[in-house]
């Protein structure tokens, strides 16, 4: 169907940056290009929305924790979605999802709205 595959996490220091990258596949998405998003899950935490993409218009929304220091993006030619990540804090340590939704609108920022879930990939901020 879908097929998600993250990569780019690591170990930055605080203030640092990483790009963070999901790579899309698959039948569905070729046929309905999805809203895209990036989720965290911190040990012991609920997994949180942090940032999204509607593929067929470009249009992103964010959560407030990181407005003004995550950029979301895509490269249609890729089928690439990026999650760009600048001034990172101690409190951006978590596992970080890419996932994919059916649902083709703007807004969506719950974990139940998006039906497709890459294997995450690690970012560690050390202070």
């Known amino acids: 169907q879908v097929q998600l595959v993250e990569s780019g996490g690591g170990l930055v220091q605080a203030g640092g940056s990483l790009r963070l990258s999901c790579a899309a596949s698959?039948?569905?998405?070729?046929?309905?290009?999805?809203?895209m998003g990036w989720f965290r899950q911190a040990a012991g935490k609920e997994r949180d929305f942090v940032a999204a993409?509607?593929?067929?218009?470009?249009?992103?929304w964010y959560a407030d924790s990181v407005k003004g220091r995550f950029t979301i993006s895509r490269d249609n030619t890729k089928n690439t979605v990026y999650l760009q990540m600048n001034n990172l804090k101690p409190e951006d340590t978590a596992s970080y999802y890419c996932?994919?939704?059916?649902?083709?609108?703007?807004?969506?920022?719950?974990?139940?709205?998006?039906?497709?879930w890459g294997q995450g990939t690690q970012v560690t901020v050390s202070s």
């Open positions: 993409i509607r593929w067929s218009d470009g249009s992103t």
């Open positions: 996932a994919a939704s059916f649902s083709d609108r703007n807004g969506l920022r719950r974990a139940h709205e998006y039906g497709y």
């Open positions: 698959g039948r569905a998405f070729r046929i309905y290009p999805m809203p």
